[in-house]
C-alpha cells in the first residue's frame, strides 16, 4: 500500500482519553476509531492486524481438531430461558425487541446455541466426540468499558464447544485445547501462562484463564518463568502432538505443576518453593479461558445422544474463549517503546516500510518503486510528501518490523538501510540483501 493514498490517520497528539499503552497508540498509530463507548470501528491497519491474529487462532483450532461454523450475533430468547440464564444474565445482556414482539438478545456467549444446534443434528455415540467452534462479534453492556478493545462492550471472540460422551473423554478434548492456546499464545509472541480460576458449581480443575503480565492488568498474578522455557510448538522430542494421549497427559502434568496463580488463588507457602530467580509476578491480562461445565446446559436442554448400549446420555461440554479483538491490546501491551508499537513479525499489519527520504530524487523514486513491486501487498511505500524525520517517526508509532530507508546519497551508490524496529539494529545493504533478510 501506498501511504500517500491510504486510509491510515495517524494522530501528533496523545488522545486525552486514553490511559493506557496500547489503547494510546491504537489511537495514534490509525488502527480504531471509537464509535460510541465500548464500539470500536477497525480502520485498514488495526483490521489487518485483527485478521492475523485470527488466522493464527483460527489455524491452532483446526490444527487441535475443532471445526469452524458461524453462528449469529442475534439470538432468540427462548433458548437462554431454557438454560436458565435469561433472568441470570442480568445487565450485560442486550435486549432486543423485533417487530412481532418477540424477544431476541445479541449474543453474549453461545453455549445454548450451539447445544441447541448439535441437539438437531447428532444423535449417536458414533459421530462424537465434537468440537465445534467460530469466530464472531459479542455484545456485553460491560458497567466500566475501557481501555479501549481490552474491555469494550462490542469484542471479537473465538469460542469453542466440546462435546464428548464421558468425563474421560471431555478431560481430553479440554487438554487438546489447553495445548492449541499455549501454541496460539507463542505465535502471537506472548508468554501467556495457564492459572487455575473458579470452575463455578462443578468444581473439579478444569477452569484456567491464561494470562500475560502487563502494567495495566486487572490482577495481580505469579507464576514460575518456566512456563516461559517451554517450546509448545516444538513436534519433535519432548514436544507434543494433540493425537498421542501420552503427550497430552505430559503437558497438561507440565501445565499444572509449575507454580501459577492470581491473586485470590495465591499461596505464599508454596511461592516460596520457587526459586527466587524464576519467581515472576505482576499485574495481569486475562487473553483466553478454557472451562469444563459437565452437563451444565446439555441436561436442562434435554441434549442427549445415545450410547452403545442404546441408553441415552447428555454429553459431557466445555466451552474454550480466546479475546480476539483483546488480543491486538495485549500484543501492545507486551511489545512497544517510547516511539510506538512493536509488531512481532506474525501479526504485523505489514512487513516493512519502505520510507523514501526524497521524493522526486530519480534514484530514490526507481529503487522505492522496485521494492515495492516485488515486496506487494506486505509492504507499506512511504511516498508521502515530508521531511525524513516525520516518515522515521509515523515507521516507528506504526510498528513495523522492518524498515527500508532509501536516501538520496545511498540510492546513488546502489545501497538501503536496513532496520529492525524491535532492536533498533540498522545496517547498509543493496536492496537484494535486504529482500533476502526480511
Ligand atoms: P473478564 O473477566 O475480563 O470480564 P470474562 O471472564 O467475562 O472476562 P469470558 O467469558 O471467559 O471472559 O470470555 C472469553 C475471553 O473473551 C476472555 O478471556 C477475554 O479475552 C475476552 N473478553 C471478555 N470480555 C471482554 C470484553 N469486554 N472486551 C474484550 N474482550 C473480552
Ligand atoms: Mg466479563
Request: negative net charge.
Amino acid at each position: 500500500m501506498r501511504l500517500s493514498r491510504s486510509f491510515i490517520p495517524t494522530l501528533k497528539e496523545t488522545p486525552a482519553e486514553a490511559q493506557i499503552a496500547s489503547h494510546r497508540l491504537m489511537l495514534r498509530a490509525g488502527l480504531v476509531r471509537q464509535t460510541s463507548a465500548g464500539i470500536y470501528a477497525w480502520l485498514p491497519l488495526g483490521f489487518r492486524v485483527l485478521k492475523n491474529i485470527e488466522r493464527i487462532v483460527r489455524e491452532e483450532q483446526d490444527a487441535c481438531g475443532a471445526q469452524e461454523l458461524l453462528m449469529p450475533t442475534i439470538q432468540p430468547a427462548e433458548l437462554w430461558r431454557e438454560s436458565g440464564r435469561y433472568e441470570d444474565y442480568g445487565d450485560e445482556m442486550l435486549r432486543i425487541t423485533d417487530r412481532h414482539e418477540r424477544d431476541m438478545l445479541y449474543g453474549p456467549t453461545n453455549e445454548e446455541m450451539i447445544t441447541a444446534l448439535f441437539r438437531q443434528s447428532v444423535q449417536s455415540y458414533r459421530e462424537m466426540p465434537q468440537i465445534l467452534y467460530h469466530i464472531q462479534w459479542k455484545f456485553r453492556d460491560e458497567v466500566r468499558p475501557r481501555f479501549g478493545v481490552m474491555r469494550g462492550r462490542e469484542f471479537l471472540m473465538k469460542d469453542a464447544y466440546s462435546f464428548d460422551m464421558d468425563y474421560a473423554g471431555a478431560v481430553v478434548s479440554y487438554r487438546k485445547m489447553m495445548l492449541a492456546y499455549m501454541r496460539t499464545f507463542q505465535r502471537l509472541g506472548l508468554k501467556a501462562i495457564p492459572m487455575v480460576a473458579e470452575s463455578g458449581p462443578i468444581g473439579g480443575d478444569l477452569s484456567h484463564e491464561f494470562i500475560i503480565l502487563a502494567p495495566t492488568g486487572e490482577s495481580q498474578v505469579y507464576y514460575d518463568a518456566a512456563f516461559e522455557e517451554i517450546d509448545y510448538l516444538s513436534r519433535g522430542a519432548g514436544g507434543f502432538s494433540h493425537d498421542s494421549a501420552d503427550d497430552l497427559h505430559r503437558f497438561f502434568q507440565l501445565m499444572t505443576t509449575n507454580y501459577a496463580a492470581t491473586d485470590d488463588k495465591h499461596d505464599p507457602v508454596a511461592w516460596q518453593k520457587v526459586a527466587p530467580e524464576r519467581r515472576r509476578e505482576g499485574r495481569g491480562i486475562e487473553v483466553g479461558h478454557i472451562f469444563y461445565f459437565g452437563t451444565k446446559y446439555s441436561r436442562p436442554m434435554n441434549c442427549t445422544v445415545a450410547a452403545p448400549d442404546g441408553s441415552k446420555v447428555h454429553p459431557e461440554m466445555g466451552s474454550y474463549g480466546i479475546g480476539v479483538s483483546r488480543l491486538v491490546g495485549a500484543v501492545i501491551e507486551a511489545s512497544h517503546d517510547e516511539a510506538g508499537i512493536i509488531w512481532p513479525d506474525s501479526v504485523a499489519p505489514f512487513k516493512a516500510a519502505i520510507l523514501n527520504l526524497r521524493r522526486g530524487d530519480v534514484a530514490c523514486d526507481a529503487m522505492c518503486e522496485a521494492l515495492y513491486a516485488k515486496l506487494g501487498a506486505s509492504a507499506l511505500y512511504d511516498d508521502r510528501e515530508e521531511r525524513a524525520g516525520a516518515k522515521f517517526a509515523d515507521a516507528d508509532l506504526m510498528g513495523h518490523p522492518w524498515q527500508i530507508i532509501v536516501g538520496p546519497r545511498g540510492a546513488a551508490a546502489g545501497k538501503v538501510e536496513l532496520k529492525r524496529r524491535a532492536t533498533g539494529e540498522r545496517g547498509d545493504a543493496t536492496p537484494e540483501e535486504a529482500l533476502a533478510r526480511i
